[in-house]
């Protein structure tokens, strides 16, 4: 877990209250993540969870309080962020090197970094064999690979991620859940990962941070005190299965 | 092999039954004709043979008249492609812009194009400009409300994406909204192709003009009924039909080789 209470925090939110028309959706949110720290949010459906990671990228505005993103507001700070969606939301009418270009293209960067950029990025998700493949010609798991790549293109400084692979099979999210921390330790980038599972929070978190539904708000903070390096063999250790029994209880007694 | 005795069987089954229809066709004017007789059966229900034989004199003419109603249902059919898809641009640019003007596009649609064609006739005299607008108010709508369709009804995460990457409203349009549209648009485009030929021979009932006794389907339509040539008249029923087949064809290929890549409408369910 890494400590840097003395660092300007890389996001912040502050007394932060979300309303749509007469319901609250998220009440009195504090929280800050530090440089390279892994949250995961858990909680019932209807907790706001996705509310709370779109407020941070900027998608929705708060009713009342502070977020801060890098010292700013989130929609300044978009060049620093990336969203992963809940499915891949790849275009379909564009191949896969097209595809993970995107985003440097709309910035307007020259063909060249564009190739060569996502061309990158793609091996390093294992998908150098797939670049001219449409997104109907891939499986569910390279299609989240992809949308993975696409997010890294900009180097991002904060990586959201709405529960990405929760429509995945167990095998296929295991492995993405071992790429996404290897990328993690060589990048570190402040991720906020929004999941249903309380295996894959401890799995891939420092943090997982307990929402309660109707209004959302931190019901608990869990950190996990497990080994920065991990991999397949630490979800039999006992430590790891103790601290999921702790998230799932957590999330099953906050209704 | 069992797909190849599909195939045969496939295309045995329309053979057989058009020669079950045709046999049934035969029997009813032989029939007709023993009772009234034949020259009163030749105008009310001719021989099949009679009908090809009157394509085959009548073919110069037929083939001439067929060009040029071809030429009006393919100016009408581009003109309703074009002006619909820059109204549609227009009407989804905002939301105030689609409902200033969406009840006045119904409004147009919604009177009948058969009460309007002789306002055009008064307007634009008879002729190409009176058939080519009319075939335009045919197939004007379809593109219209498809298109709008499509590019209003862009999915929400993607245009998060786009938001999410700094991406101009000029972006958003040209790499997201308006190909996202396209299945849609190319739908309406689909439906105005079917119906421009058809637009075009409703025209020339109005507007129609003869050059050297010669005008487009419609016009031979009311010509050869006037004169009783009614073999000729199903000869010409026989050309409209033909048409209609190489419109449609032509519209529904274009429609499959701008999605074939990547639109479940255009590919082979399929995975590689």
């Known amino acids: 877990m890494t400590?840097?209470?003395?660092?300007?925090?890389?996001?912040?939110?502050?007394?932060?209250?979300?309303?749509?028309?007469?319901?609250?959706?998220?009440?009195?949110?504090n929280f800050q993540a530090a440089k390279g720290e892994f949250i995961s949010l858990v909680g019932p459906s209807g907790c706001g969870k996705s509310t709370l990671l779109k407020i941070i990228a900027g998608l929705h505005s708060l009713s009342e309080g502070e977020v801060v993103v890098d010292g700013m507001n989130p929609k300044n700070a978009r060049e620093e962020m990336a969203f992963i969606f809940q499915e891949a939301n790849l275009l379909p009418w564009k191949r896969v090197q097209q595809n993970t270009e995107l985003p440097l293209k709309l910035r307007g960067e020259s063909t060249e970094r564009r190739v060569e950029t996502a061309r990158k990025m793609l091996e390093l998700v294992n998908l150098s064999h797939a670049l001219d493949k449409f997104p109907w010609q891939l499986s569910g798991g390279m299609r989240m690979r992809v949308s993975i790549a696409r997010a890294l293109t900009l180097a991002p400084r904060v990586l959201l991620l709405d529960e990405p692979f929760g429509a995945l099979d167990e095998m296929?999210?295991?492995?993405?859940?071992?790429?996404?921390?290897?990328?993690h330790?060589?990048?570190?980038?402040?991720?906020?990962?929004?999941?249903?599972?309380?295996a894959e929070a401890v799995f891939l978190s420092n943090k997982v941070v307990v929402l309660s539904a109707n209004p959302g708000r931190i019901s608990q903070v869990i950190e996990i005190d497990l080994p920065k390096e991990r991999n397949a063999e630490l979800r039999e250790g006992s430590a790891y299965l103790n601290y999921v029994a702790k998230v799932s209880n957590a999330i099953r007694t906050v209704h | 092999m069992a797909s190849t005795s599909k195939?045969?069987?496939?295309?045995?089954?329309?053979?057989?039954?058009?020669?079950?229809?045709?046999?049934?066709?035969?029997?009813?004017?032989?029939?007709?004709?023993?009772?009234?007789?034949?020259?009163?059966?030749?105008?009310?229900?001719?021989?099949?043979?009679?009908?090809?034989?009157?394509?085959?004199?009548?073919?110069?003419?037929?083939?001439q008249s067929t060009r040029q109603t071809a030429l009006s249902a393919l100016i009408g059919f581009v003109a309703a492609v074009s002006v619909g898809y820059a109204l549609s641009m227009l009407l989804a640019s905002a939301v105030w812009v689609k409902k200033a003007l969406y009840p006045w596009v119904l409004v147009l649609q919604m009177t009948p194009v058969v009460v309007l064609a002789p306002i055009f006739v008064l307007w634009m005299g008879q002729g190409l400009p009176s058939i080519t607008a009319i075939t335009f108010m045919i197939g004007f709508f379809p593109v219209v409300a498809n298109t709008t369709m499509g590019?209003?009804?862009?999915?929400?995460?993607?245009?998060?994406?786009?938001?999410?990457?700094?991406?101009?409203?000029?972006?958003?349009?040209?790499?997201?909204?308006?190909?996202?549209?396209?299945?849609?648009?190319?739908?309406?485009?689909?439906?105005?192709?079917?119906?421009?030929?058809?637009?075009?021979?409703?025209?020339?009932?109005?507007?129609?003009?003869?050059?050297?006794?010669?005008?487009?389907?419609g016009y031979m339509v009311i010509l050869y009924n006037s004169q009783l040539k009614i073999p000729e008249l199903f000869a010409t029923a026989l050309v409209a039909c033909m048409l209609g087949f190489v419109f449609v064809g032509c519209v529904n290929w274009l429609h499959w080789y701008l999605l074939k890549d990547w639109h479940d409408s255009a590919r082979k369910v399929e995975n590689t």
């Open chain 1, 3 to 29: 400590t840097n209470s003395n660092n300007i925090p890389m996001v912040r939110l502050a007394g932060a209250h979300k309303r749509f028309g007469e319901t609250t959706v998220l009440e009195d949110i």
């Open chain 1, 172 to 183: 296929t999210r295991d492995n993405l859940n071992e790429d996404l921390l290897r990328i």
């Open chain 1, 185 to 198: 330790a060589r990048d570190q980038w402040t991720a906020f990962f929004v999941t249903h599972s309380a």
């Open chain 2, 7 to 63: 195939k045969i069987q496939s295309a045995l089954l329309p053979i057989t039954s058009g020669a079950i229809i045709l046999a049934v066709w035969y029997l009813i004017s032989y029939w007709y004709g023993r009772s009234v007789g034949y020259d009163v059966q030749r105008i009310i229900i001719p021989f099949p043979h009679q009908i090809t034989s009157a394509l085959w004199s009548e073919r110069e003419v037929l083939w």
């Open chain 2, 151 to 217: 590019l209003v009804s862009t999915d929400r995460n993607l245009l998060d994406l786009f938001e999410m990457s700094n991406a101009t409203k000029a972006q958003e349009i040209l790499h997201l909204r308006v190909p996202y549209a396209m299945p849609y648009f190319l739908t309406g485009m689909k439906i105005a192709g079917t119906l421009a030929p058809i637009g075009a021979i409703s025209g020339d009932l109005f507007a129609g003009s003869s050059q050297g006794g010669v005008g487009g389907i």
